[in-house]
């Protein structure tokens, strides 16, 4: 089913359509929002809610982006509205769940925590480029920025990265906000 | 650990190679079939944890409002209509108020020397403007302020920037505004929940607002400005007159209904008297304290200039004889051409009439007893 069939689909309430948009979609979703709020509960949270945003406003989906794109340029509204709720909701517990990795211990959260010191929109393009596989110009759209935007985003990240390499002692440590 | 470690390509790897749990997968799909976002379940020792310390902490913990719901928060505002606030220098000194009642909007700003400056009233249809000016000074001399229709421009602005910032929520409409704390404090015998918030990142403003309603009460700069916020019950209908409040006899241009001043014709008033070949068209006092006369037929060159006069009252410096320039729009035309403008300082008060001699040749021609018009009080 291609993607404009897909949200005629969706659009039409049509349980199969959901699960099949699920089953393309949730993992990645969920893989990309967990790296950017590095936040398992809250990723996932957040994976749902793309989806069921998906869902509802399928009808206005017109081809004119990929729907890979579309549903991922929610996703990182989604994102914001998490980052400025997230303000106003200081925890008195923090409780990490299952998935939350506390030491960071594997080269995947090691590069995490470096990109955790760039800017969300900069993460985001690194991580849509080199781990979800998006061209610049998808990442464009999901974005909403010029191409030029998003190669100087991602110049910028991986020239973080590269002098964070160079550094002969780079201390891990939590970001104080994402 | 160090980055330097790292292996880039792996780690790379290991991102794409992260996957949701399966339960996660499972709850995931339930709720995007069902339509119906939840927070994911906790486990249950964990979940009676949560809520037990949560509600033991509600009264230590603010969302938003102070403990209230949000749209609680939202709905006490709103029926909230009036809003005095105080804006306070470091020194103590009230340096600017906002009223505000319904769609209806007032303020004014005092300047560093402690002179009132300026002063705005509007509602959805109308909006006043008054500026103080140094320089309006002169004897025959008036301050002016306007009035204006709203246009659909104008209302969107005053929709951006008009609203006082009742609630923290506000603030959060600013770019790069960030919560940097939040505490329960007590000041002057009274529990007020406090908040820090760093704005443009760079300046630290502290908010305090009252924990039951979640208005906020004042608001503090890290220059030293308090702003102090009131929700009265009434306000007095005179805050909103379109008069102004500092200076009784300050003049209002009215100009509603007015069509835009670009659309306008040229300017040309209509003739007062015609007399040797010269029509005289209107003779004002501006609100700077200048005499304005206008005619058309003739252009006094330099050396009849010399003997131009104006009787009934001492003139001084000529600030300009020549055609009537528009600033607005480019004057076209034959008449708006030959348009006379003769401008000229008063630096005495001026009666009601004046008599105009404009030399042409050998010969004067002379307008008796002129009205002269000057900028009439605005009556509601």
């Not at chain 1, 998906?54 to 990182?76: E, K, N, P, T």
């Not at chain 2, 700003?109 to 000016?133: L, M, Q």
Request: aromatic content about 10%; overall charge positive.
């Amino acid at each position: 089913m291609d993607d404009l069939a897909l949200a005629a689909a969706l659009a039409e309430n049509d349980q199969a359509a959901a699960r099949l948009l699920f089953n393309r979609y949730f993992d990645g979703l969920y893989r990309f929002l967990r790296q950017l709020t590095r936040h398992a509960e809250d990723a996932e949270d957040l994976a749902q809610q793309t989806l069921i945003r998906v869902i509802r406003h399928a009808g206005r989906f017109d081809g004119r982006v990929a729907l890979r794109s579309w549903i991922y340029a929610i996703a990182v509204r989604e994102f914001g509205r998490w980052q400025r709720r997230r303000l106003w909701l200081p925890l008195p517990i923090n409780l990490r769940a299952r998935g939350d990795v506390v030491e960071s211990s594997t080269n995947a959260e090691l590069l995490l925590s470096a990109l955790a010191q760039l800017s969300p929109a900069h993460r985001a393009a690194f991580l849509l480029h080199h781990v979800e596989g998006f061209s610049i110009e998808e990442i464009a759209s999901v974005q909403h920025a010029p191409v030029g935007t998003v190669k100087s985003r991602l110049h910028v990240a991986r020239g973080h990265l590269k002098r964070l390499l160079e550094q002969e002692e780079f201390y891990v440590t939590e970001p104080s906000r994402v | 650990m160090s980055l330097n470690h790292l292996e880039f390509d792996l780690a790379v790897q290991e991102l794409r190679d992260e996957a949701p749990f399966p339960e996660q997968r499972q709850r995931g799909l339930e709720r995007v079939l069902s339509r119906r976002r939840r927070s994911p379940k906790l486990p249950l020792a964990v979940g009676a944890a949560a809520v037990v310390v949560g509600l033991s902490l509600l009264p230590l913990v603010s969302r938003r409002g102070g403990g209230y719901a949000w749209a609680e928060v939202l709905r006490r505002t709103e029926g909230a209509e009036n809003v005095h606030c105080v804006t306070y220098n470091a020194a103590g000194q009230p340096v600017g108020e906002l009223w505000r009642s319904g769609v209806m909007r007032a303020s004014w700003g005092r300047g560093e020397d402690g002179r009132i400056r300026f002063e705005d009233r509007c509602d959805k249809w109308t909006f006043y403007s008054f500026v103080y000016w140094d320089s309006l000074k002169g004897p025959n001399a008036r301050q002016f302020a306007w009035l204006w229709d709203v246009t659909p421009q104008m209302l969107e602005g005053m929709k951006r920037f008009s609203r006082p910032r009742m609630v923290v929520e506000d603030f959060m409409n600013t770019r790069r505004t960030h919560l940097v704390r939040q505490e329960r404090v007590e000041v002057d015998g009274r529990t007020l929940q406090r908040y820090v918030l760093l704005m443009y990142g760079k300046d630290l403003e502290t908010v305090e607002a009252d924990p039951g309603s979640g208005r906020i009460l004042t608001i503090r700069s890290r220059f030293g400005e308090t702003c102090r916020y009131e929700y009265p019950e009434t306000v007095d209908a005179s805050v909103f007159s379109y008069r102004s409040r500092i200076s009784r006899d300050v003049i209002v241009f009215d100009r509603r209904g007015h069509p835009d001043p670009q659309h306008e014709p040229p300017f040309m008033p209509p003739v007062i008297q015609a007399k040797g070949g010269i029509q005289l068209r209107k003779a004002s006092v501006s609100t700077d304290g200048t005499l304005y006369v206008y005619w058309t037929g003739h252009l006094p060159d330099k050396n009849e200039a010399k003997r131009l006069r104006i009787l009934g009252t001492r003139t001084g410096r000529v600030k300009w004889l020549g055609y009537y320039k528009d600033g607005i729009h480019p004057v076209t035309g034959p008449h708006a051409k030959r348009l006379v403008c003769y401008r000229v300082e008063l630096p005495e008060k001026v009666g009601d009439k004046i008599t105009i001699r404009v030399p042409w040749g050998p010969r004067i021609v002379e307008f008796r007893d002129i009205s002269l018009e000057k900028p009439q009080p605005f009556t509601e």
